[in-house]
């Protein structure tokens, strides 16, 4: 205890306590061990409460002496308890410097019930403000979700709104173009005419081998433009019909098989799913491209490998051609038409100004539009 209280007065300027005051450690610690059972515990002495403690000591050991207090004893040289008496100028001064509103030491237990119930009472209240601080905090997380969803709410109905606005503005629209789509009609423009300069020659080459003519070569190879052209055609439309039709079956009556539908049901495409399957095919339609090949027969047994990638190559691209929205269009010149500078053809291998065999198709963006890539023409 009486290292505890050491720790407790470290400052020497703010203890009371000095030579002449307390003669030695030993009185410090039987003043202590008699009174110190509250340091710590119950309060925390002052300089001015541990001191009259001393000097309470001191009195109650000189009552207890009585005449056999040794005055010949000077105060310096320890004893029990104060061996001296201290001077009436000394107990003046330590009364003068008592404060007037200094509490009594009767009165610290009626000033520590006091704080008690005023600390009960502040206890009391953070109880209720943390109890309602989380009832705030579970509104606002509640607040917070019910934003939360409603912004995500938002954000789709924006994107939807959005993806109409752009089949609106794109359906039908050439002049609008996905620019992250490959086969884009700009794209495919470059890879038609690269495939003239490449897989045309080689497979020019393939049939110059068997010993025909140029005229006879250029016209086969225009003949099996034109087919496969006209095939992808054909096969874009029966596909799209039969979208359309199987969509109707299913919407009509979708807990019905097909095969018991009525007829009516079967054949009558719905109004405003024409854009949609358009849609479709274009974005789906590379799915189909394997099969139109396989029965268009790209590649026939004992053919040159350069006409069949030739054949393989072109067929792809005119398949993509055809599924765009609107359908891109290859322009065949007829034998006797005239060719000019500004025109859709060039002359193929001479010069002349008409055409004898459409040698090459020039590519439009649509019926009726733009030249996306100028064609070929032998002429007379």
Not at 79 to 88: C, E, L
Not at 146 to 162: M, N
Request: proline share 4%; hydrophobic share 30%; glycine share 6%.
């Amino acid at each position: 205890q009486f290292l505890h209280f050491k720790r407790l007065t470290k400052d020497t300027k703010q203890t009371a306590f000095k030579s002449n005051m307390v003669e030695s450690s030993k009185n410090l610690y039987r003043i202590l061990q008699r009174f110190g059972g509250e340091i710590g515990q119950e309060r925390v002495w002052s300089n001015y409460m541990l001191l009259l403690k001393c000097y309470e000591f001191r009195n109650e050991n000189q009552t207890d002496q009585g005449a056999r207090k040794t005055q010949n004893t000077p105060a310096s040289n320890g004893g029990p308890g104060f061996a001296g008496r201290v001077s009436p100028l000394k107990q003046q001064h330590f009364q003068n410097t008592i404060p007037q509103d200094h509490p009594k030491p009767s009165d610290w237990k009626h000033i520590q019930e006091s704080y008690e119930e005023k600390i009960q009472s502040y206890e009391e209240k953070i109880r209720k403000l943390n109890k309602e601080n989380n009832v705030l905090m579970s509104e606002t997380a509640d607040q917070r979700n019910q934003l939360e969803e409603k912004e995500k709410r938002i954000e789709e109905l924006t994107t939807r709104l959005s993806r109409i606005a752009s089949q609106q503005l794109t359906q039908g629209n050439p002049n609008i173009t996905d620019l992250s789509d490959g086969n884009r009609p700009t794209k495919l423009g470059e890879r038609f005419s690269q495939v003239y300069d490449d897989q045309w020659s080689e497979a020019f080459e393939a049939l110059k081998v068997k010993g025909k003519q140029e005229k006879e070569i250029v016209t086969e190879l225009s003949d099996n433009v034109q087919s496969i052209y006209k095939f992808m055609q054909k096969s874009v439309g029966e596909l799209m019909q039969k979208l359309a039709s199987e969509t109707s079956k299913v919407i009509m009556c979708p807990f019905q098989s097909t095969s018991l539908q009525p007829a009516s049901h079967r054949e009558v495409p719905l109004n405003g799913t024409e854009g949609i399957i358009r849609d479709l095919v274009k974005t789906q339609g590379h799915h189909a491209l394997k099969s139109v090949q396989e029965k268009l027969g790209v590649t026939k047994r004992g053919e040159d490998k350069r006409i069949e990638k030739y054949n393989e190559i072109l067929s792809e691209l005119i398949w993509y051609m055809v599924i765009q929205d609107p359908p891109m269009v290859l322009k065949f010149i007829k034998n006797g038409e005239k060719m000019d500078k500004e025109g859709s053809f060039k002359p193929y291998s001479k010069t002349g100004s008409v055409a004898e065999v459409c040698v090459w198709p020039a590519l439009l963006l649509h019926e009726g539009g733009p030249l996306i890539a100028k064609g070929f023409a032998l002429p007379q």
